[in-house]
């Protein structure tokens, strides 16, 4: 049998990958000798080979779990192809599991299509909107605790579909409201909504060309726990969506009709929308290109901070 998960949701994807392992320990195995974990970035094609055929210890079969396959060669990827058709797994005709976990499959690959034709597999997109709102609602109260929809809409807006980020602020919210409901006055103390009403202000200061004002935020946004990597992504965030926001107004598109087409909650397309008006497409390019070369020299080692400081002197 394969298992295929993937998509831009790697919360959820690897949520389910641990609930297989669970369920593999809990029913088939509960040694777990016959659960392996394999790091197809790195295997090679005896190693994978040697996995698969290797008869299970004391239980049916054996669960083998492989990961970002698609991050190898390709010629690899073909020998694996070979190996899963050799086999029958895709058919059922074989006993042991292998489960398939990757982030960024190549969909145009032959082993995509291989795998997508498997009966269980699925893509776990980000979330956004209404669906968003309401995985925040559900989670709360798998956590114990309660929040109603027009508190769960603004937690919505502010994570741009983060689950990461988000799975940890309900864990301090449910904390800090102590058993009654998660209130407005609650979400003012959470980190994600105080980040990015910071980002917002900063980017607004950087489109008046305040660069007095943009770097006390800046600072203010480090200070306040926001490490480089998070705060870059919140920036690159509100910056992707004022250039669509920006190309939408420029179409004659009316905000509400942006809010469902770029699947955002209608307050921020709103602000979007006041905040748009103080920049030309050219500005936003621009700066959305620094972005990008900032986020590639934070990922090999620069210094981030001077890097994001850099950017609001300049602008």
């Known amino acids: 049998m394969i298992i295929f998960l993937h998509g831009s949701d790697t919360f959820r994807s690897k949520e389910k990958l641990k609930m297989f392992k669970e369920k593999f320990i809990r029913e088939v195995d509960k040694s777990g000798l016959n659960l392996m974990s394999l790091d197809g970035e790195k295997i090679s094609i005896n190693e994978l080979n040697k996995a698969i055929a290797t008869q299970s210890f004391l239980a049916k079969k054996r669960m083998v779990v492989i990961k970002n396959i698609f991050k190898q060669r390709k010629a690899l990827q073909t020998e694996v192809l070979e190996l899963l058709k050799s086999g029958k797994f ?11 976990w990757d982030e960024e499959p190549d ?3 032959a082993l995509f299509k291989y795998l997508d034709g498997s009966k ?3 893509e776990l997109e980000t979330l956004k909107g209404a669906e968003l709102a309401r995985w925040i609602i559900k989670r709360t109260e798998e956590k114990g605790g309660r929040i109603g929809k027009m508190n769960a809409d603004i937690l919505a807006s502010k994570s741009d579909g983060d689950l990461w980020a988000l799975s940890g602020e309900i864990d301090k919210l449910v904390a800090l409201s102590r058993g009654r409901e998660i209130g407005r006055e609650d979400l003012e103390q959470s980190t994600l909504v105080k980040v990015e009403d910071n980002i917002f202000n900063l980017t607004d200061a950087i489109g008046n060309k305040n660069n007095q004002l943009a770097l006390k935020l800046l600072r203010q946004s480090l200070e306040g726990g926001a ?9 690159v965030r509100q910056f992707r969506i004022l250039i669509q926001v920006k190309a939408g107004l420029e179409e ?8 469902q087409e770029l699947g955002l909650h209608p307050f921020v397309v709103q602000k979007a929308q006041a905040q748009a008006v103080k920049y030309t497409m050219e500005q936003l390019k621009k700066i959305y290109k620094k972005l990008l070369e900032i986020d590639w020299k934070l990922k090999t080692g620069s210094d981030g901070e001077a890097l994001l400081e850099m950017l609001v002197a300049e602008n």
Do not use: C, P, Q
């Open 90 to 100: 895709r058919d059922g005709k074989e006993d042991n599991i292998l489960i398939f």
């Open 120 to 122: 269980f597999k699925e």
């Open 252 to 259: 004659g598109k009316s905000g509400r009709a942006l809010a």
């Open 227 to 235: 490490n480089e990597i998070y705060l870059l992504t919140m920036i």
């Open 107 to 109: 969909k145009r690959s």
